[in-house]
């Protein structure tokens, strides 16, 4: 069963800290990773986007990393502020346009 | 360049009714796939449409149906509601071509009592 776990469920920080956000997968054949942000009650914004050759995407204060073989990615967020507050979630997809498999997601909460 | 729209953002149905919720996908995109996200967890895949034809379906009963229209926009249809149907539904689109991310629109919260 094709299946993706994040931890921690949950991350209280103080501001400027750099974080780490951690993601499995069951299945390491994947065509693509994706991170979203999602702010409480509203859509997902795509973070990042990993394509299955690539080792790392970057977009401004945040790194994804990708490593098929172990089943893993994270993302790094550095100098964490306030407005980074949201949930991210990890999504998987196994071929072009395919469905997008989630985790729970890890609820992020950055202290002023 | 206008990003995916929802319709309605709020609504409260009772067991047993039927609900239609409307996706205006974003301009270019000709690909509409739909999610289920329960509170506290991550989305669940429900369907997708490409070029009005279903193209994907993910663990949901028949009572859970859609349509794409000629311009892309989607709805989604859901017959004899039941309490655990209570949950936020995204609607996402994407254009043609490799690796195009998903846009997602705001969603429909949707309460059945």
């Known amino acids: 069963k094709q299946e993706v776990t994040q931890i921690p469920a949950a991350l209280s920080v103080p501001e400027g800290e750099n974080l780490v956000l951690n993601c499995s997968f069951t299945?390491?054949?994947?065509?693509?990773l994706q991170w979203f942000r999602q702010d409480p009650g509203k859509g997902l914004t795509s973070l990042l986007l990993?394509?299955?050759?690539?080792r790392e995407q970057t977009s401004g204060r945040l790194n994804a990393s990708l490593d098929k073989s172990s089943g893993r990615s994270t993302l790094y967020i550095a100098a964490s502020q306030p407005g980074d507050s949201a949930t991210y979630l990890c999504?998987?997809?196994?071929?072009?346009?395919?469905?997008?498999?989630f985790g729970q997601g890890t609820e992020l909460s950055v202290k002023p | 360049e206008t990003g995916v729209t929802q319709s309605p953002t709020h609504l409260i149905k009772t067991r047993g009714q039927q609900v239609t919720l409307r996706c205006s996908s974003q301009?270019?995109?000709?690909?509409v796939s739909w999610y289920q996200q329960a509170l506290g967890q991550g989305p669940q895949f429900i369907f997708q449409?490409?070029?009005?034809?279903?193209?994907g379906r993910g663990n949901f009963p028949p009572r859970f149906s859609g349509l794409q229209f000629p311009n892309y926009s989607s709805e989604l249809n859901v017959n004899a509601l039941e309490l655990d149907d209570s949950a936020l539904y995204l609607c996402?689109?994407?254009?043609?071509?490799?690796?195009?991310?998903?846009?997602f629109g705001n969603g429909t919260r949707l309460t059945v009592t």
């Open positions: 996402a689109s994407s254009s043609p071509g490799l690796n195009s991310p998903l846009h």
């Open positions: 299945d390491s054949a994947i065509y693509n």
């Open positions: 990993i394509q299955s050759s690539q």
């Open positions: 999504a998987v997809t196994y071929n072009q346009g395919g469905k997008l498999i």
């Open positions: 301009s270019g995109h000709n690909t």
């Open positions: 449409y490409y070029r009005e034809e279903e193209n």
